[in-house]
């Protein structure tokens, strides 16, 4: 057995991104398509209701890691995805400790989860931490869907990205601009005025 | 924030405890973590260390959520059984988790005393005024004062 420890002048540098968003929206799947490690998954049967909508849900966290470079420099990106629904918040709190950004997920087409995805987001923005708004199946090139934006009334200044996590540049692009939000530092801090 | 940034007396304290610890009967692996999931030094033969620290760490916290139903006290520690090994969870300084694989016919009780005392380790070796200071703090407080 050999000790191994952290060399901060040979290894990448790190981020620890969140991957939350409610129920069913692409987490797993984003932190599918683009860890170059095995993803540890904590997917468990669903039950009930859910179970009309999807066959597995996570319960515990996700994690992957996602390698990009930032002007030659490589960059790792440790992702931990959590559960979506109301009555894991503990354990989203759990993998938000500590965390350099977040990314937001919904689903353009599934309306009913936008407020959840709203009530979701506000501990997480209470921090002033970097976060982009993924919109998934969602064209690439278009703007979000107004009635998302006013719906999950973020600070000005929010990254907003559109595409579809089944495709790995699309998820890849979300990422790349948490990145940048990331190194910019400046969170946005005024709520947006209407509600 | 790089896991690099912990101080590395922390790390150097920690690698010195693994090394005590692979001695240690019984015990096939260990990693030390930050408690929000950055591994800082492992002894692990195969699983990927990033991914590791991502579950121990949430764990021990999901832990001391669980602990607060047996009432209000610091999390000691956490011990998985399972027919192949044991994993024993524990926070060894402020913000700071360490994770022991263990055989299944491992003696849990002489491995608690062997981490016991391995906790003055993080003890003397971690800067005495971190009682509310997360890891990336202690860093930044050490890259400015003498090496610990």
Redesign the interface.
Known sequence: MAVHAVDPRADPVTFKVLVTGPFGVGKTTLIERLSVTPVVGTEVATAGGEAARKSTTTVGIEHGVFRLDDDGQPVELLLFGTPGQARFSAVREVAALGVDGVLLLVDATIEQSWPEAASLAAPLLAGGRPVVVAVNRWPAQAEPPAALVRALAMPVGTVWCCGDVVDRADAGRFLAALLERVLDGDAPDEPEPQR | ??????ATCI??A??AV??RL?RHPGVR?ALLA??????????L?GP????VA??V??TV??GE?LGELAGSAPLEQLVVRTGAGSVVLRTVADGIVLAVVTTAVANLARLDLALRDEMISFRVNAPSDTSSD?P?DIASKHERSEPC
């Open positions: 924030m790089s896991a690099g940034g912990v790390v150097d920690g690698a693994l090394r692979g692996g930050t408690a929000d999931g950055r591994a800082l030094c492992w002894d033969n990927s260390p990033a991914a991502a579950v760490a949430s916290a999901l959520r997360s990336n």
